[in-house]
């Protein structure tokens, strides 16, 4: 256990005296041998198998892979003394990405379009099609194609006039370019707890963390799953604050049957490669002010005048899309609504195959809202079964599937740890215990299945190991 336990690929070789292979026994053949009734000091021709696949050192690499598969994960390539020099793995030549963009559908058309018009920077046809596509989408209002998901936040706090000396309150589990735009708008970040069940912010910690330098929050619809609106809402109303929904993860999510984003002052969206549609890099900002639109298109476009050319008005930013982007962006909004049912079929079969096992909790899905699976993510109870996120995913790692942990709570990192605080010990637990495992719209089902089957082996042999 102690060699298999070191990373040596999820295998271990018995050799005799000589270095002759004897046998082998992945943690599966272990984890069988406890459940009968094995201990750890069983010897090891008890349980290993005898019966094994090999090759040779000298032969073609290609063929060597030919010998493997599903069943026979690890290959010992041996010398012609029968002694193992070499293991292969099955991820030699499978692997399972955490997310990869989809880009089946006009996207080549669009971009070669451009490439033939010559219309490839910030301006082009393209940009005008791609936010009229994602207004029609969100129901109206006007929106506005940005380089990134960030340079989107930045500039929805710029369009509502937040600066220096004023404080923007936003959750302590998110990815940090939330708080990044706080302080490149001159402000200070403010975090606090997130809600147990939906990992989103927690309204009665906005409420505690509010004084009087208090101009916003950020409620961060976190890994797809809506954040509950109407309590923060309504504290936003009594104390005049303002709202900006970054939706990075979440496009097409609801609450209470209506799309997110739509709910606050400003919605931000990202398009980066892992997110439910890409644009390669890129975002937008939403909102239904014209004004604000226009105070957040000035800033956008290096602080020009849109009457006078080369007229600078405020020290602006270079924060536009590029016209392929755009292209990229609007082929993909005429796929996702397809992404989305994929997205959820994904996530019902998770659900299906990870429901029974204690010590695993699933995603929280409250009858409010209507999340969209962006990387499905699951909490573990490490001290039920015995093993913590990352030895966990250095195993699904030895089965060709990558994973990820969730985000680092704010607060302590050394870009935010001088910024004001509340307690966060639900954001500190689940930083600890959540793993997202892989998610992307052309995912198969039976992809799902492969994901689980590797969770459910490696999990048993832990718990197997704890017991005993």
Request: a negative charge; proline letters at 4%.
């Amino acid at each position: 256990m102690e060699r298999l336990n070191s990373g040596i690929g999820g295998v271990v070789l018995f050799v005799n005296d000589d270095g002759k292979m004897t046998g082998l026994a992945t943690d599966g053949d272990i984890r069988r041998a406890i459940l009968r009734g094995c201990s750890m000091d069983t010897r090891a021709n008890e349980f290993m198998q005898v019966n094994y696949t090999v090759a040779s050192i000298y032969d073609d690499r290609t063929k060597a892979l030919g010998q493997m598969s599903d069943k026979v994960r690890h290959l010992p390539l041996l010398d012609k003394q029968s002694r193992p020099i070499e293991i292969l793995s099955w991820t030699d030549f499978w692997h399972m990405p955490l997310v990869q963009p989809s880009l089946a559908g006009n996207e080549t058309r669009y971009v070669g379009d451009c490439l033939s018009s010559g219309w490839v920077s910030s301006q082009g046809a393209y940009i005008s099609k791609f936010e009229d596509a994602f207004t029609s989408f969100l129901g109206g209002g006007e929106a506005l194609c940005t380089s990134s998901g960030t340079t989107a936040l930045h500039l929805a706090l710029l369009g509502l006039g937040i600066g220096p000396g004023h404080e923007v309150i936003v959750p302590n589990l998110t990815f940090g370019a939330t708080a990044n735009a706080v302080i490149h708008a001159g402000a200070s970040p403010v975090f606090v707890d997130i809600d147990p069940e939906t990992w989103t912010i927690d309204p009665e910690q906005v409420s505690r963390a509010i004084t009087e330098r208090t101009r916003a929050i950020i409620p961060v619809h976190l890994y797809g799953h809506p954040c509950d609106m109407d309590p923060l809402l309504k504290i936003c109303e009594v104390a005049g604050l303002k709202v900006v929904e970054d939706c990075a993860e979440a496009m097409g999510a609801e609450y209470k049957n209506k799309k997110i984003g739509t709910f606050s002052d400003v919605a931000c969206f990202s398009f980066f490669a892992n997110k439910v549609i890409t644009t390669g890099e890129g975002g937008m900002v939403w909102c239904k002010d014209k004004d604000i639109i226009a105070r957040m298109s000035m800033f956008r476009d290096h602080g020009m005048s849109k009457t006078r050319r080369y007229w600078h008005n405020v020290a602006g930013y270079n924060y536009r899309m590029t016209n392929m982007q755009a292209a990229i962006g609007l082929a993909q909004m005429e796929q996702i609504e397809h992404f989305l049912i994929r997205r959820n079929s994904l996530a019902k079969q998770y659900d299906a195959r990870l429901s029974d096992i204690v010590g695993v909790k699933l995603p929280s899905n409250k009858p409010w809202a209507e999340p969209v699976c962006w990387l499905y993510t699951i909490e573990i109870d490490t001290n039920f079964l015995g093993i913590d996120t990352t030895t966990l995913s250095n195993r699904l790692k030895e089965h060709g599937v990558e994973t990820r942990g969730v985000f680092i709570p704010l607060h302590g990192q050394p870009a935010f740890n001088s910024y004001r605080s509340l307690e966060t010990p639900v954001a500190n637990k689940v930083a600890s215990r959540g793993l997202s495992l892989p998610t992307s719209n052309d995912m198969d089902i039976s992809d799902v299945d492969i994901v689980c089957d590797a969770l459910h082996s490696i999990l048993e042999t832990s718990q197997a190991l704890t017991v005993e």
